[in-house]
């Protein structure tokens, strides 16, 4: 009969305190509520283009939710979530060019005829629409217990765009997904890819697709595990085949059901990820009632004490005022874990500041170094750029994930500081959800651009990392190409004839300096919007967590002072008044009690579903887990 | 000196290189290496073409290669198998040659199995081999040698490297080996553009994308084996042929279903027999069989009898993959009887005469004027290498260069390809076949059926002439397209000048 649920814990212990009067402890509660129904578990499938990624989003919902083609389909991310009736709804950033705190979107709701014009590269070439992304309603089982599935664009594809937005959404992900399909094995993209997705997400796994077309696909299994254990990514692997799957979905077939190898993958997911964030949300919950039901139980008992004996109240005032003192300094500036936050931000904004630069330094020094040894770089421009893009794209990644690293470490140490006496939640770090950077230059287009890729390329570049590494590049790209365009053939055949010795050595030598000017340049930019972007993301870390802290220090503030006030009026009230409330307490308390009870059950119960349940052993050991701080 | 076109068209250009190769032998005569160098581009010239088969790791370079040839010579494997460069030679007899980077040649025991060749490099490790050579008696090669490469992008980074230094080799400045590029892709990938582009811009006689074709292999595992995976792949290969970075970097695209087509060149009649038995299961029993490899393997009763009597499952899948059984067993049931008369319709369908097709009329065809121009880029090099910017020689090279409209003729249509000259879409579909974009034949330039007689040739190319005339004179065109004008207006003139007898 006491709930069970992490929600009713919640209504339940919000309908014992209404009695308080104290909206700000309700407060915490009605937000512990609200990320209990609204958090979602989020799961990326990434992966490069046809590997199969939409299939696999569609075979696990059990519907056609995604758009499949042969031909390169998926343009626009794709987030399937769960609800009561099919809702197909557009997502598009109004204002790109703006800061990352200042974007707004708009959501228009479409019909769900039109999704395909939206997400397909058929309806939206490259994204033209300039589409956030698609969220896609559906009611299946699988998504109800908060589970959203985000199918991405590929991660190389004709513009290798995607790639770098891609990596920006990872921290915010529960788990990833890898998809590769079974012709062949890892390359080494992909094995970069993984490398990095484990260390910042708790929960990466990699999906082989199409089993059912390869014949030799446990050889490339075998060797794709190889490779995981030889680049060191303890991700399971699960080898699929959407094909039977969609068979069985269609004849209703266990048989073939169980051969697809999807239910191994949804067992992953329901029991690792889902019952990881599970694990996380009643954790959270039961912190959140206690400390509540804790603070309100503290009062009754000081009132209580008063009552009883009223000869000891002046010193239980002396006592509560001075916990009362300690809890003003909390929110102090001066508080220790204020200056934990304070300087710890200083400092990783030095240090993730001083190892871009340092990276960005090393690719501008080979980069030169190449030019000085290589001869007219115009002949070789548009690979060597290119090669300045990703190495310079993958240089900002790996800082990233190390940012973000090291973000959450700081994070840890502050709560400690917190509260060096009770469990503290680390609040989990949500504020980098959505990164679309801004560019660093508009897309400004010349009117006749006789750069065919830059054109190509620039499409639907906005909004990401590469989308500004290209910018920069093709802006000077253009500068150069205008002095040696060799727009005219007549011209072009006697110059090739001519164009030798000392002429040709010192227009060499100008080239080859520009071309240096150019990756300059292009490096400063990336480092200004790239350093830019996470000077952003960290203050808005720290905003959080000063917030977070804040917050429980002013609502512990509070719950003294009610009990400093009931003691003093305890001191005024008459005999008959001070029987009652004697008599009142023991009965509240018990309720609280209850409360906590029903609290401290979350934390021992096994995860949501335990007829399917058996938990892997290697669970709970997630790194994601909320850590509790010890005291001490 | 009768009115017919030359039966090779760019036979003029030829002799002039080989003079010209001729002329620096002897100049540089007391420098053996050079002189050794030049000597091999100008054996090269009469030698069959060179064509290289590129791509990434496991795009089914080999298999093409053996569909190519119509022999299981190349060794395919699950696994990453092609680790050095391997040269498929015509020749009289069956011959292996492993070159060290060091060292002299060393010859290998020719082995075969199941048919096919197997190559034991007894030890040596693929970094210290430079290529191996393979010559073998075979119709299919002996127009071209095929040139069996690494795949890039692979996990090794080493084998990668042999690739990329074979195909653009600028490290050590030596000229590039192969004269034109088979690259395969299973989809357009950005390390793909990177490659083709390396084929780009390599000196003088440099034309964007006249040497390479790209090819949508394993075409049949589009949209997961479905029968008319062909059907979609090759719509694909429609859209890549018109996407202006594609078209800057290569002269056609095609898709082929390289298993399909290498299984179709070679197919046995025990393997005919196992499909024709297949077809005698229901269809129902036989669909849910070949729902999955595994499930093949697996299926007992009806599809094992069928099976098992003659070949091996696990040999007719890596023979013809799901899609082939899907589409050989579909076939028969369709009436093809006979093993002939289905191997013709696989290779057929596979997509692979496309390709010879394309082969033909942008390699075969033009064979002379890619030999010609590889040995000039190589001519060019050393004399740059060399430092030299004056003399006889020099002036020779330019002489060509400058005389050559064809090299022109290859310029304007790699222009055209990538956009950097911009002609009216309709003068510029006219201007790639006059151009000889689809063949170097007058007929096939001027958009005639072939065998036309030669009044009809030269009435069809004067109008042509006056046409470009006139678009030359429009003020409204810029300067490039006015000069690429008087270029097809040059080529309209060499048609008829070929056409017209000469009166003493």
């Known amino acids: 009969m006491a709930p069970t649920a992490p929600v009713e814990v919640v209504d339940f212990a919000l309908a014992t305190i209404a009695r308080y009067g104290r909206p700000d402890l309700e407060a915490r509660l009605w937000q512990a509520r609200v990320r209990l129904t609204d958090d979602s578990v989020r799961v990326l499938v990434v992966g490069e283009f046809k590997q199969g990624k939409s299939m696999l989003v569609n075979g696990l919902v059990g519907a056609p939710v995604c758009p499949v083609a042969d031909d390169v389909a998926t343009a626009v991310p794709t987030v399937v979530r769960h609800a009561e009736t099919v809702t197909v709804t557009v997502v598009r950033v109004l204002n790109p060019e703006d800061d990352l705190a200042e974007q707004r979107t708009e959501r228009v709701e479409v019909p769900v005829e039109e999704l395909a014009d939206h997400v397909g590269e058929g309806g939206n070439p490259g994204n033209r629409k300039g589409l956030a992304c698609v969220e896609v309603g559906v009611p299946r089982p699988i998504l109800a217990g908060g589970l959203e599935l985000v199918d991405t664009p590929g991660v190389g594809g004709l513009s290798s765009v995607h790639g770098s937005a891609t990596m920006a959404a990872l921290p915010s992900a529960d788990a990833i997904l890898l998809v590769s399909d079974a012709s062949q094995e890892y390359t080494a993209p992909e094995l970069t890819f993984l490398r990095q997705a484990v260390a910042v997400c708790p929960n990466v796994a990699c999906v082989l697709t199409k089993n059912d077309l390869y014949p030799e696909w446990r050889r490339v299994a075998e060797l794709d595990e190889a490779h995981l254990a030889a680049a060191g990514v303890g991700a399971q692997l699960f080898p699929v085949s959407s094909t039977l799957r969609w068979q069985a979905v269609l004849d209703n077939d266990s048989a073939l059901n169980e051969e697809s190898g999807y239910p191994a993958l949804v067992r992953y997911l329901r029991r690792r990820v889902l019952g990881q964030a599970d694990r996380l949300g009643r954790r959270s919950t039961a912190q959140d009632v206690l400390a509540v039901t804790g603070q309100l139980a503290e009062g009754l008992r000081a009132e209580q004490a008063a009552q009883r004996d009223p000869e000891s109240v002046q010193e239980l005032v002396t006592r509560l005022t001075e916990a009362q003192q300690r809890a003003t300094e909390l929110r102090e500036r001066s508080a220790r874990w204020q200056q934990t936050l304070g300087d710890g931000v200083a400092d990783l904004n030095a240090d993730i500041d001083h190892d871009l630069r340092e990276r960005m330094r090393e690719i501008a020094r080979v980069a030169e170094d190449t030019l000085s040894a290589g001869g007219d770089p115009t002949k070789t421009w548009d690979e060597f750029a290119r090669w300045v893009q990703q190495e310079v794209a993958a240089a900002a990644s790996a800082n990233f994930v190390w940012a973000t690293q090291r973000a959450r470490w700081l994070a840890r140490r502050v709560a400690e500081h917190f509260s060096e006496d009770s469990d503290q939640l680390v609040p989990t770090l949500r504020a980098e959800t959505i990164v679309p950077q801004r560019s660093v230059q508009p897309p400004t287009m010349r009117e006749v651009e006789p750069w065919g890729i830059g054109q190509k390329a620039l499409t639907g570049l906005k909004g990401s990392y590469t989308g500004m590494l290209m910018f920069g590049m093709l802006g000077t790209l253009v500068g150069l190409s205008s002095i040696v365009n060799p727009l005219s053939i007549g011209a072009g055949l006697v110059l090739g004839g001519r164009a030798i010795g000392d002429e040709r050595k010192r227009l060499v030598t100008r080239r080859q300096n520009e071309a240096k000017t150019a990756v300059r340049r292009h490096v400063d930019d990336v480092i200004f919007q790239v350093g830019k972007d996470s000077r952003d993301r960290l203050r808005a870390v720290q905003r959080e967590l000063r917030d977070h802290f804040t917050e429980q220090a002013d609502q512990a503030k509070r719950s003294l002072q009610e009990a400093v006030r009931a003691a003093e009026t305890s001191v005024k009230t008459s005999k008959a008044e001070q029987e009652r409330r004697l008599r009142e307490i023991p009965t509240e308390l018990a309720k609280l009690e209850e409360v906590r009870r029903a609290a401290k059950a979350l934390l021992q119960q096994a995860p949501a579903k335990p007829a399917s349940a058996k938990p892997a052993p290697a669970e709970g050991a997630g790194t994601a887990a909320p850590e509790r701080v010890q005291a001490g | ?504």
């Open chain 2, 1 to 504: 000196m009768n009115g017919h076109p030359p039966a090779r068209p760019y036979a003029a250009l030829s002799d002039a290189v080989r003079q010209a190769l001729r002329h620096a032998m002897h100049v540089y005569r007391d420098r053996p290496r050079t002189a050794a160098l030049l000597r091999d581009q100008l054996d090269r010239l009469d030698e069959p073409l060179r064509v290289a088969i590129a791509g990434k790791v496991k795009a089914g370079k080999s298999t093409l290669l053996n569909a190519l040839v119509g022999e299981p010579v190349a060794p395919t494997d699950a696994g990453e198998c092609t680790r050095v460069v391997t040269w498929y030679r015509d020749g009289h007899s069956p011959r292996v040659v492993m070159y060290p980077r060091s060292g002299a040649p060393v010859p290998l025991p020719v082995v075969r199995r199941d048919g096919a060749l197997v190559i034991d490099l007894k030890g040596t490790p693929a970094e210290e081999l430079d290529r191996l050579v393979v010559d073998w008696p075979s119709h299919g090669l002996r127009g071209t040698t095929l040139i069996d490469t690494p795949g890039i992008a692979s996990m090794s980074t080493q084998t990668a490297r042999r690739t990329l230094t074979f195909i653009d080799p600028e490290e050590d400045d030596t000229p590039t080996e192969a004269d034109a590029v088979v690259y395969l892709m299973r989809h357009l990938h950005t390390t793909d553009i990177d490659l083709l582009e390396a084929f780009r811009d390599q000196g003088v006689a440099s034309a964007g994308a006249v040497n390479a074709i790209a090819v949508i292999s394993r075409a049949d595992e589009i949209g997961a084996g479905r029968i008319d995976a062909m059907v979609s792949a090759r719509s694909i290969a429609q859209r890549y042929r018109a996407e202006p970075t594609v078209r800057g970097l290569c002269q056609d695209v095609v898709a082929v279903a390289g298993l399909l087509a290498e299984t179709g060149r070679t197919l046995r009649h025990a393997e005919f027999a196992a499909l024709a038995r297949l077809i005698r299961i229901p269809r129902a029993e036989l669909e849910a069989a070949l729902l999955s490899v595994d499930r093949f393997r697996r299926a007992e009763g009806a599809v094992a009898d069928a099976v098992d009597a003659g070949e091996n499952r696990d040999a007719l899948l890596r023979r013809f993959g799901l899609f082939g059984i899907r589409l050989g067993t579909t076939l028969i049931r369709q009436g093809t009887t006979d093993s002939p008369a289905l191997a013709a319709e696989l290779v057929a369908r596979s997509g692979l005469p496309d390709l010879q097709r394309v082969l033909h009329t942008q390699f075969t065809q033009r064979r002379d004027l890619l030999k010609a121009r590889s040995a000039l880029l190589a001519l060019e090099r050393v004399l740059r290498a060399d430092g030299r910017t004056e003399g006889p020689l020099v002036r020779e090279v330019e002489r060509i260069l400058a005389n050559a409209h064809e090299f022109t003729e290859l310029r304007l249509l790699g222009a055209l390809r990538s956009g950097v000259v911009r002609l009216p879409r309709e003068m510029a579909g006219e201007a790639e076949r006059l151009l000889g974009a689809a063949g170097p034949a007058p007929q096939v330039r001027l958009g005639l059926p072939a065998g036309s007689g030669e009044a009809e040739l030269r009435n069809a190319a004067l109008t042509t002439l006056h046409r470009w005339q006139n678009h030359a004179v429009n003020p409204l065109f810029g300067r490039t397209a006015t000069e690429a004008c008087h270029v097809v207006i040059r080529t309209c003139e060499g048609i008829i000048a070929a056409l017209t007898p000469r009166y003493p």
